[in-house]
């Protein structure tokens, strides 16, 4: 079964088969999941034909004024691109993370607790 794609024209909701498919893989809330958006393309892997997908946030190329229509519209802005793969004609998902950090770790430094009864030190 080979769902039918829409030449990568507009961005729609995730596929059920993929939605599953992220959560398990990935451990995502139905939450996050349901606020991305896919785009389609026709594709062939392996010999056999797919639809490609594309995840991104429409959220975030909202805040930066981009308008992503298309499936080739991503190639020019690989930071929102968050999730690429496709379905096979089985309608099994392949996804990779594509997700970049856009954010620093920090870790905290552990000082051991003061004693209120003793001077504090300078």
């Given at each position: 079964m080979l769902f039918p794609y829409r030449n990568g024209r507009e961005a729609k909701r995730i596929p059920p088969p993929?939605?599953?498919?992220?959560?398990?893989?990935?451990?995502?809330?139905?939450?996050?999941?349901?606020q991305l958006r896919c785009?389609?393309?026709?594709?062939v892997?392996?010999?056999?034909?797919?639809?490609?997908?594309?995840?991104?946030?429409?959220?975030?190329?909202?805040?930066?004024?981009?308008a992503i229509r298309a499936y080739k519209d991503l190639d020019g802005y690989p930071e929102l691109l968050l999730f690429e793969?496709?379905?096979d004609n089985q309608g099994n998902a392949?996804?990779?993370d594509r997700r970049t950090m856009s954010y620093v770790v920090q870790?905290?430094?552990?000082?051991?607790?003061?004693d209120p009864h003793q001077p504090r030190r300078s």
């Open positions: 993929v939605q599953d498919y992220m959560r398990r893989r990935f451990m995502l809330r139905w939450e996050y999941i349901n785009l389609e393309n026709a594709g892997v392996n010999d056999t034909p797919v639809t490609l997908l594309r995840v991104f946030s429409p959220l975030q190329a909202r805040r930066e004024h981009l793969g496709y379905i392949y996804l990779r870790t905290p430094t552990h000082q051991p607790p003061q």
